[in-house]
């Protein structure tokens, strides 16, 4: 497996976000979590990443432990996180934004990468020399994203990528979520609208009250009667 979490668990102050946590992410494979608001997939992965320390349990990444590995060597290590609310250098360019994102490549690499990011996203291309804050919603998730894959991550966390979004831009966005996952790129998506989540997803985990309650087939998950109740409004 690329990622193993055991027990994982976190705390803001006395209040415990995870609760012995289990879940996988296998080469190649786009695993959803879904949850209600509070549930605590955000928090899961901030604490993957690093941002959100662990208090008990264990991440491994490749096989070596990453429970206490401050989080820049986890982007150099290969994972990336697309944020939450885009969390865009409203100021600087596009290119500017992508650039930093590729701060853990040599930089004979950065320019290849945003070859890359262009042909992936060509309206970034035609707005590279503007301020990241101009863009709209939907071109700013667009960015966030790229500005990950700058990274070349071994695995891409992708919190909320919807949240925000008109229908037809999350339309565009699952679309994209799509083509990464056709070139092979190995993704845990977060995200509240469990029906896109678990439509483009291979495997799937329903969170709630920073516990995992349900587990399987992203296929068998969008059958499950109390997943179409809770989650899909069926």
């Given at each position: 497996?690329l990622?193993?979490?055991?027990?994982?668990?976190?705390?803001?102050g006395?209040i415990r976000?995870?609760?012995?946590?289990?879940?996988?992410?296998?080469?190649?494979?786009?695993?959803?979590?879904?949850?209600?608001?509070g549930a605590g997939?955000?928090?899961?992965?901030?604490?993957?990443s690093?941002?959100?320390?662990?208090s008990?349990?264990?991440?491994r990444?490749?096989?070596?432990?990453?429970?206490?590995?401050?989080?820049?060597?986890?982007?150099?290590?290969?994972?990336?996180?697309v944020p939450?609310?885009?969390?865009m250098f409203?100021?600087?360019?596009?290119?500017?934004?992508?650039?930093l994102?590729?701060?853990?490549?040599?930089?004979?690499?950065?320019?290849?990468?945003?070859?890359t990011?262009?042909?992936?996203?060509?309206?970034?291309?035609?707005?590279?020399?503007?301020p990241?804050?101009?863009?709209?919603?939907g071109e700013?998730?667009?960015?966030?994203?790229?500005r990950a894959?700058?990274?070349k991550?071994?695995?891409?966390?992708?919190?909320e990528p919807?949240?925000?979004?008109a229908?037809?831009?999350?339309e565009?966005?699952?679309?994209?979520i799509?083509?990464?996952r056709?070139?092979?790129v190995?993704m845990?998506l977060?995200?509240?609208?469990a029906?896109?989540?678990?439509?483009?997803a291979?495997?799937?985990?329903?969170?709630?009250?920073?516990?995992?309650?349900?587990?399987?087939?992203?296929?068998?998950?969008?059958?499950?009667?109390?997943v179409?109740?809770a989650?899909?409004?069926l």
């Amino acid at each position: 497996m690329l990622l193993e979490i055991t027990g994982l668990c976190s705390h803001y102050g006395r209040i415990r976000a995870l609760d012995g946590v289990d879940l996988s992410v296998g080469d190649s494979e786009l695993v959803a979590i879904v949850g209600a608001n509070g549930a605590g997939k955000t928090t899961l992965l901030r604490t993957i990443s690093g941002v959100q320390p662990a208090s008990d349990g264990s991440i491994r990444f490749r096989g070596a432990d990453i429970t206490r590995t401050p989080p820049a060597k986890r982007v150099r290590l290969g994972i990336a996180q697309v944020p939450e609310g885009r969390q865009m250098f409203a100021p600087m360019s596009v290119e500017d934004n992508l650039i930093l994102g590729g701060f853990t490549r040599p930089r004979h690499e950065i320019d290849s990468s945003l070859e890359t990011v262009y042909g992936l996203f060509p309206r970034l291309k035609e707005r590279r020399r503007q301020p990241a804050g101009t863009l709209s919603g939907g071109e700013q998730q667009m960015l966030a994203i790229a500005r990950a894959l700058m990274a070349k991550p071994d695995l891409l966390l992708m919190d909320e990528p919807s949240m925000g979004l008109a229908p037809r831009i999350v339309e565009r966005i699952f679309d994209t979520i799509r083509e990464l996952r056709s070139t092979g790129v190995t993704m845990l998506l977060v995200e509240q609208n469990a029906f896109a989540a678990l439509s483009v997803a291979d495997r799937g985990y329903v969170l709630e009250s920073g516990r995992i309650v349900l587990a399987g087939r992203a296929s068998e998950l969008l059958a499950d009667d109390r997943v179409k109740a809770a989650y899909l409004g069926l």
